[in-house]
């Protein structure tokens, strides 16, 4: 065990280390100059420019930009193109071009907000797709199967803002059950936090629960035509227990490493339903990052996203094996 | 008293004399096909019958029936069954249910997946102990282990923690076999419980049933294709062919003095271990020069592997093999599951690159050539495989898959390919017009044909058959020996069969090579080997073949026990 997670550490640093470089290389090879943008597009004069570039180091070579880069992240590094010197603590990822806050502050700051929409979401979206997809397998052919898998079918191919809006319309405008969601700190408000959460968590597993229904209506009748089903039914177990115990423990198990990979890769891939929303998660942060050229939030965010879908990836393996013992760790 | 009294019924002095299964004009019709068609039979308390049919006899469609298992299948059941007091064809499904496991439980065929890989074996003995007597879990879990020691598995208690993969093959039936007893049912069902079986366990396990009849008193309803089988387990036999019973009677009646004429193919059709060979055709003088000869050839695969370069374990599957096949022969190889046996078959016609030793090939060694210098040989070395269902392509024509090494020698003239394949498919047997047809539109007999022409199709001269019977039926199974032995005459083919059959080796081999744990442990003359072995492991491999006579079984039986009980 000791020796397996070595191994994966020791991958997982290789994989991140590769993923930095190459964002740092697509970011210097596309045009646009980001001091340009920080100095503002008229008013600026060259030997301002000039300043703001020393000021964020772009002055120098890329491999140098990129070697402070991982010195800050794993020591620290201190700032000191202007007046001030500013030092930056050990996982250090920079400041803002655009605002001059540090990324590592920004990316705690839009991390509660990504993980609570996501993971509220996750929930929802894989207890109705596999609550739909053990009923269509059981009623498989009948009217429930049928209706099971056209809705939610339906769902997977809807754009998530055009039932966003719609559940906004209802819910807010119509209804007015709900306020217009915003925002709310778990640890501030729990209550508020999930009122403001549960349309957003809706839309999102409307379009997500399809997969689900899916793999679990496949997988369940896959399991349900295995001998030891057959040897269950043969020794008087109700069917109840039958299916409980031994046919959905079958059937859900290969659910473990698309569900953990799914959740790692929503952290930064919900952006439409933040905007839509008015949530300042990762993915809405991403976006701007991009546009504004803003190389150290890029990286960050990408980094962050990156180390998650590795971690993922090695806990779902873990999982897995605990959930079924033939497979070992190699 | 009406149906449902089972518990109540149990132990009753009235259930002494009415049987354990009464049975009365059962009929089964799967859509389109009628499995079982008015069967009627009944089995006393403690008696054991044996039903004997091959595929599609509807001999196991029978045994499910019995404890209600087609229902919500779209199998149409009628007739009358009725198990331990309870008519299973009129009981509401909540009286079948309470039946099943404890008054008569069900051994099935395939003991690797017949338990559930997610939880402990000896959780799943006491899930269905706890389920039919509501006790404890604490009185359920030594229950578990209790009958897991009853039934051999040793150190139960520790045993019963792990999980099925961790048992062996026959560690698994016997762990089957334990849940089926766990409640002490009245009737005991099996379901071709040893055909997965190495041959020796196959004999354990038998043996196994044989002691808990008598302990227990349980009757036993064995189903199986296997003569062999029935010989030693059974009072009574019951013969069935196509969803009819076409024969019943003791035993040993059947099997010396068939009546039917069914039973007497079956039986005739049966490779006789104890019977030399009589399907050679004219033997011929088989020179000692060798057409291959294997040289120390060793097959290691890595087990697992390191996080560093280097030191790899490895498991070797092939451990140091030298053995000559002479031109002409035909050399069986012997082996269990495990033994090396077909890693060896696949290395003679080099599908598998030796890790060691020679394979010398006509004076050549083949063993590391590389793939273009071994092209001119691929001709010569051909292979007939064991499953005819997955060894053909389903989405090509049979014509197509047989004319394929004639493509690959580069042939391009279509009339010349279709008239040679044409040919092939006549000389094995089957219509040459078929040559359009895929392989789902053949039998298993004819698809093992099919594979046979496209080993022969460019007249090789060594001709590995793996396993190449074991999935058919015995009369099929003989047709085919049959077939190979024509070719092998006619084309002064050098055959090399592999088989873990040791009767079907017997009747085909002029020399046998038996193979134990990656090492050749015997070779010689094929009636050497099977009449005076010289190593005790061929011995006991030949003690545990079931034999057709039933005094004779007992013998067995009784030496096996005394053998277990000296060792």
């Known amino acids: 065990m000791a020796r397996y997670l070595l191994k994966r550490v020791l991958g997982a640093l290789v994989v991140l280390l590769v993923l930095s470089a190459v964002v740092y290389l697509i970011f210097y090879a596309l045009p646009g100059n980001p001091a340009q943008l920080v100095c503002g597009p008229k008013t600026c004069q060259a030997d301002q420019l000039h300043r703001i570039e020393v000021g964020l180091g772009l002055d120098q070579p890329i491999w140098l930009q990129y070697w402070h880069f991982l010195v800050g992240i794993v020591a620290g590094r201190t700032y000191s193109g202007g007046p001030e010197v500013i030092h930056c603590a050990a996982p250090c990822l920079g400041y803002s071009y655009q605002t001059g806050e540090p990324v590592t502050g920004l990316l705690l700051d839009r991390l509660p907000v990504s993980l609570s929409l996501i993971v509220g979401g996750f929930v929802i979206w894989v207890t109705v797709g596999v609550a739909l997809g053990v009923l269509s397998a059981l009623r498989r052919g009948r009217a429930v199967d049928r209706i099971a898998t056209g809705l939610t079918l339906a769902g997977n191919s809807t754009p998530v803002f055009l039932v966003g809006l719609l559940l906004l319309i209802v819910f807010c405008v119509y209804l007015r059950w709900l306020p217009f969601p915003g925002y709310q700190a778990l640890t501030v408000n729990p209550l508020l936090w999930a009122q403001n959460l549960i349309l957003p968590w809706v839309a999102l597993s409307v379009v997500s629960a399809a997969v689900y229904t899916r793999l679990t209506r496949t997988s369940m009748l896959e399991t349900l035509s295995e001998d030891h089903i057959r040897t269950f039914r043969a020794y008087g177990l109700p069917e109840r227990r039958v299916i409980g115990r031994h046919a959905l423990r079958g059937a859900l198990t290969p659910l473990i490493t698309i569900g953990t990979i799914d959740l790692a890769t929503s952290l930064t891939g919900t952006t439409l339903t933040e905007s839509l929303f008015g949530l300042p998660g990762l993915g809405q942060l991403l976006v701007s990052s991009v546009r504004n050229i803003d190389l150290p939030v890029v990286v960050g965010v990408t980094l962050l996203a990156g180390a998650v879908i590795v971690v993922a990836n090695a806990a779902a393996d873990v999982l897995y094996s605990v959930a079924d013992r033939r497979v070992a760790l190699a | ?567």
């Not at chain 2, 004999?203 to 029935?230: K, S």
């Not at chain 2, 898959?401 to 047997?429: C, F, H, K, N, Q």
């Open chain 2, 1 to 567: 008293m009406s149906t449902g009294k089972t518990s109540a019924a149990v132990g009753t002095e009235s259930t002494v004399d009415t049987p354990v299964v009464s049975v009365a004009d059962l009929s089964i019709e799967f859509p389109g096909v009628r499995a079982v068609d008015g069967l009627s039979f009944e089995l006393a308390p403690g008696a054991a019958l044996g039903i004997v049919g091959e595929s599609g006899s509807g001999k196991s469609a029978t045994a499910l029936a019995l404890l209600g298992l087609h229902h919500g299948t779209g199998a149409r059941v009628s007739g009358r069954i009725t198990v331990a007091g309870t008519e299973v064809t009129a009981a509401t499904p909540e009286q079948v249910r309470r039946l099943r496991g404890a008054t008569a439980a069900m051994v099935f065929q395939d003991p690797m997946s017949a338990l559930d890989p997610y939880f402990s074996v000896g959780s799943q003995i006491a899930e269905v102990y706890r389920l039919h007597t509501g006790a404890t879990k604490q009185a359920a879990r030594s229950r578990a282990i209790e009958v897991l020691d009853h039934v051999g598995i040793p150190d139960a208690a520790r045993r019963a923690g792990d999980f099925p993969h961790q048992f062996s093959g026959g560690q698994r039936q016997r762990a089957l076999i334990a849940m089926a007893l766990a409640c002490e049912p009245r009737l005991l069902i099996a379901d071709e419980p040893t055909t997965a079986l190495d041959v020796t366990v196959q004999a354990q396990i038998l043996d196994l049933l044989h002691q808990l009849r008598a302990e227990t008193g349980m009757a036993l309803l064995l189903v199986t294709h296997d003569l062999g089988v029935i010989a030693g387990t059974v009072d009574d036999v019951l013969v069935m062919q196509h969803g009819r019973s076409v024969e019943r009677g003791p035993v040993g009646r059947v099997l010396a003095a068939p009546e039917h004429p069914y039973t007497r193919d079956l039986l005739a059709a049966v490779p006789r271990i104890d019977a030399p060979r009589q399907l050679s055709l004219a033997d011929r003088p088989t020179t000692p020069d060798p057409l291959v000869r294997l040289v120390d050839v060793r097959q290691d695969f890595p087990a697992g592997h390191g996080l560093l370069p280097g030191r790899r374990r490895t498991v070797a599957a092939v451990d140091g093999v030298t053995l000559d096949v002479r031109r002409g022969e035909t050399l069986g190889v012997v082996g269990e599951s495990g033994s090396g046996k077909t890693t060896l078959a696949r290395m003679m016609v080099r599908l598998l690159r030796p890790t060691g030793g020679r394979v010398e090939f006509d004076g050549t060694d083949i063993g590391q050539l590389p793939d273009r210098r071994l092209a001119p040989y691929r001709r010569d070395l051909q292979m007939v495989f064991q499953d005819p269902i997955s060894a053909l392509n389903p989405r090509r024509t049979v014509g197509e898959s047989v004319a394929d090494p004639l493509r690959a020698a580069g042939i391009r003239d279509e009339r010349r390919i279709r008239d040679t394949v044409r040919d092939w498919l006549s000389r094995v047997g089957l219509d040459p017009d078929r040559y359009d047809a895929y392989p789902h539109e053949f039998s298993g007999g004819q698809r093992q044909r099919i594979g046979i022409a496209r080993a022969l199709v460019r007249s090789p001269r060594l001709v590995v058959c793996d396993e190449p019977v074991s999935a058919l039926d015995v009369s099929t199974q003989a047709q085919v020996i049959e077939l190979l032995a024509e070719l092998r005459a006619e084309l002064d083919l050098t055959l090399v069969f592999v088989a873990h059959d040791l009767a079907v080796v017997r009747q085909v081999s002029d020399r046998v090579a038996v193979m134990h744990h990656g090492r050749l442990v015997e070779l010689a003359d094929a009636e050497t080997v099977y009449t005076d072995p010289q190593q005790t492991y061929t011995r006991e491999l030949i003690a545990a073949v079931p034999v057709l006579d039933p005094a004779l079984a007992a013998e067995r039986r009784a030496e096996r026990a005394a053998l277990r009980a000296a060792g």
